[in-house]
């Protein structure tokens, strides 16, 4: 077990690629922006949906 954890420890140090900060800045804006679409996507999708089936009923 000691020997997995300084293992994981080591390739985390000197094997992984990290993102510069102003990269993750930039891809944080991505997410956010891409999830507030989808939401407002859904959201306009469940609107539509509910109408359909008022005016079917």
């Not at 944080?28 to 009923?57: E, H, N, P, R």
Request: charged fraction near 20%.
């Amino acid at each position: 077990m000691k020997k997995y954890i300084r293992r994981s420890i080591d390739e985390l140090k000197n094997n992984v690629t990290w993102p510069s900060w102003s990269e993750l800045q930039k891809t944080t804006v991505v997410v956010i922006s891409g999830s507030v679409f989808l939401a407002c996507t859904i959201a306009l999708m469940d609107k539509v949906w509910i109408q359909a089936l008022s005016f079917l009923y």
